[in-house]
């Protein structure tokens, strides 16, 4: 019994001791309303706000940065009274607000719920690939995806056949024009249309632009090899490689092109090469040799390599900047290209954005996402009822599963591949689980459900049972990462942080935006009566108070003439100044100008404007008097006639609206954080703010 007693005293000691030495390690700097804020909590705030790394060793706390931590202390605890207050309105579940929360979190989430080393294992097997292009050439024989299992079969044996022939050495462009299901390769455009067949002749490509299979395939090829058939969405391929060219990016060339419809046409481009091998210009030898238009120089449009013929890739990659290709033949003639210019492979680390983003359309994107479902199916203990027994014994000699995917099956129909299936109630009377995930269950009623609202276009099957099983993987897949993503908040600190980081930050808008700057642009009868209130507390003799008050202001009338003979500036000084003396009105002084004016079009344009002293270069600054002065310009004239001049004054409410809506919502935020203050309650516990060092 002592012994115990002592036990439980060491124990109350020991927990005292921890607690006592984390209150000294991490002690309360804030408490509002309730809410004890921490040391921690408000220093990793202010240190992320200057931009200096938690890491840092702490120096002298001088003047300066005492008075930033003073600073930010306010911002911080007027930041929170603001939220606190926010909660308690429930501006977390404004809709827009609900809305825009869920889209970060989307894609906040995304790299979570991946393999993220199968995702790196992807962009790696991608750049590795990136080094070379491909030139290759393919047979097509068609089988749809959810083909029947005897039509794939069927399609399987004739392409195994077809792969025999081009292994054992057959011409691999008459078998395509022969047996490819492609219409390219007999050059069938459909419609009736036709053009000349490419044989089976891909070009050049590289990744990202064959579907994942095809790529792989060829990619795994040497020149020269044929490959048995690989299966796609399109169906069974065959394909050769002719060759791994060097990846290059956009080219500038410049090219000589003699055309085939030239009976002479190689012994033209072997001139125009041996003009170029003596050391005249490219751009002089196109001019004279080529059948492309060349008064430009030869050059071509920037092209990417899959964007030029075969023929040129193969002479570019091997080229130098400057040197310029043999003459070499295509089905458009002969062909001399000079390398101008043409772009390496980008390091890893910057193709990865681009790879990122194509593979959101491309079928590789599926294994980093099924790689993380089975991962997540082993951390929340998956268990499939469906592939369960019951015990075996000598009354239940053939057990039954302890989940079935019958009534799934049965619910089909043919709508299901047209989109069109809905799920209902009477479809389910099983309402054992199919599997478990964590401490949820799932239903047949929940795998219905999610087919309904996940049907896509396929071709009819008839097999239902073979639909249910493909849907019924996905479907677990899917739960596995929805649980995980559910779970995210608990199991990822981090995330939970930067998702409360963008709520408080949306809250915080919403909240100052109703209670502060959209009501100062809204309350009309308050902004006039603040404008009243606190025009005559600024100052002319305060520079900062120079935008409430104008300067010296001028009325002038800007009158150009178009030229000095129509209306000669004396004459028009004239009329000008009997204006200014008040002998005639302004209409009847634009009158007299344009009667002085010899011909019938107008001699002038004339404008009337307010103009402010160091904000207008119209008038000098000796000029903002009454008068009129003379200005030459390159063709005519110009006189600037000041008939009134303002001495400066207070702007009117309209005239500085801008800054006096600035100010009153200035001033309606410290009202508010004054009443916060009040209604919450704020205590700073100085001792531990002072010992602050950073």
Same mark, same amino acid.
């Given at each position: 019994m002592k012994k115990s007693i002592i036990?439980?005293?060491?124990?109350?000691?020991?927990? %005292?001791?921890a607690l006592t030495v984390s209150a000294q390690s991490d002690p309360i700097l804030v408490e509002i309303g309730g809410q004890k804020i921490h040391k921690s909590e408000f220093m990793k705030e202010f240190l992320r706000s200057i931009g200096q790394s938690p890491e840092a060793a702490p120096t002298a706390c001088t003047y300066e940065k005492r008075q930033a931590l003073e600073e930010y202390l306010e911002l911080f605890v007027n930041y929170r009274l603001k939220l606190t207050d926010a909660y308690l309105n429930q501006f977390d579940t404004i809709k827009s607000l609900k809305r825009e929360l869920s889209g970060y979190r989307k894609e906040l989430a995304a790299p979570y719920l991946i393999d993220s080393a199968t995702m790196q294992m992807i962009l790696r097997e991608a750049y590795d690939r990136n080094r070379y292009a491909i030139h290759a050439s393919h047979i097509l024989i068609r089988v749809d995806k959810n083909a029947a299992p005897a039509d794939t079969l069927a399609a399987y044996k004739k392409a195994i056949e077809v792969y025999a022939k081009a292994n054992a050495g057959g011409d691999f462009n008459k078998l395509a024009i022969e047996y490819s299901d492609d219409p390219s390769a007999k050059g069938d455009l459909g419609q009736g249309m036709q053009r000349r067949g490419n044989a089976g002749d891909l070009g050049t490509f590289t990744v990202f632009q064959m579907v994942y299979p095809f790529e792989s395939a060829a990619y795994a090829l040497e020149p020269g090899q044929v490959c048995k058939p690989v299966r796609t969405q399109f169906g069974y391929h065959i394909i050769k490689l002719h060759e791994k060219i060097p990846f290059f990016g956009k080219c500038t060339l410049q090219h000589i092109w003699v055309s085939s419809k030239n009976p002479n046409a190689q012994q033209v481009a072997n001139?125009?090469?041996?003009?170029?091998?003596?050391?005249?210009?490219?751009?002089?030898? $196109?001019?004279n040799y080529s059948d492309d238009r060349a008064e430009n120089g030869g050059y071509t449009p920037n092209l990417d390599m899959n964007q030029m013929p075969v023929e040129y890739v193969s002479h570019v990659s091997s080229l130098k900047e400057g040197e310029f290709s043999e003459p070499f033949r295509t089905v458009m003639g002969w062909h001399i290209v000079r390398l101008v210019k043409k772009d390496a492979l980008p390091p890893f680390e910057d193709m990865v954005p681009v790879y990122q983003q194509r593979l959101a359309r491309d079928q590789r994107n599926t294994a980093p996402k099924e790689e993380f479902a089975m991962h997540c199916k082993d951390r929340y203990g998956f268990t499939d009822y469906t592939k369960m027994y019951e015990k075996k014994s000598k009354k239940?000699?053939?057990?039954? $599963? +302890?989940?079935?995917?019958?009534? $799934?099956?049965? /619910?089909?129909?043919? %709508?299901?591949?047209?989109?069109?299936?809905?799920? %209902?109630?009477?479809? @389910?009377t099983d309402m054992r689980p199919l599997f478990k995930l964590g401490n949820k269950e799932y239903t047949c009623v929940d795998f219905l459900k999610y087919i309904e609202k996940n049907q %896509?276009?396929?071709?009819?099957m008839g097999d239902y049972a073979t639909y249910i099983n493909g849907r019924y993987k996905d479907f677990t897949n899917?739960? $596995?990462?929805?649980?995980?993503?559910?779970? +995210? !908040? @608990?199991?990822?600190?981090?995330?939970? !942080? +930067?998702?409360?980081?963008?709520?408080?930050?949306?809250?915080?808008?919403?909240?100052?935006?109703?209670?502060?700057?959209?009501? /100062?642009?809204k309350d009309t009868l308050g902004l006039k009566q603040f404008y009243k209130d606190n025009v005559t507390k600024h100052s002319m003799d305060n520079p900062e108070d120079d935008p409430y008050f104008w300067n010296t202001r001028a009325n002038v009338i800007n009158i150009v003439f178009f030229d000095s003979i129509s209306v000669k500036p004396a004459k028009a000084k004239k009329i000008v100044a009997k204006y200014m003396s008040g002998k005639i009105k302004k209409e009847e002084m634009f009158a007299q100008l344009e009667k002085a004016g010899k011909g019938e079009i107008v001699p002038f344009q004339a404008e009337t404007s307010v103009v402010e002293e160091g904000n207008s270069s119209l008038l000098k600054s000796n000029e903002y008097k009454t008068g009129v002065y003379e200005r030459s310009e390159k063709k005519g004239y110009r006189i600037l006639v000041v008939d009134e001049v303002m001495m400066p004054a207070a702007k009117g409410l309209m005239e500085a609206r801008g800054y006096y809506i600035n100010d009153y919502q200035n001033y309606l935020d410290a009202q508010l954080v004054k009443k916060l203050r009040t209604c919450y309650g704020v205590k700073i516990h100085q001792d531990v703010f002072d010992a602050i060092t950073y």
């Open positions: 036990r439980i005293l060491s124990l109350a000691l020991c927990m %005292s001791f001139d125009a090469y041996i003009q170029l091998k003596e050391g005249k210009d490219f751009a002089a030898v $196109a001019k239940n000699p053939k057990p039954k $599963a +302890l989940a079935s995917l019958d009534e $799934a099956v049965a /619910a089909m129909t043919d %709508s299901v591949y047209r989109m069109r299936w809905h799920y %209902s109630d009477t479809m @389910v %896509s276009m396929v071709r009819n899917d739960m $596995a990462v929805a649980y995980a993503d559910e779970n +995210l !908040e @608990v199991e990822h600190p981090e995330f939970k !942080e +930067l998702l409360d980081e963008y709520r408080h930050g949306l809250m915080i808008f919403s909240y100052n935006d109703k209670l502060v700057w959209g009501k /100062a642009i």
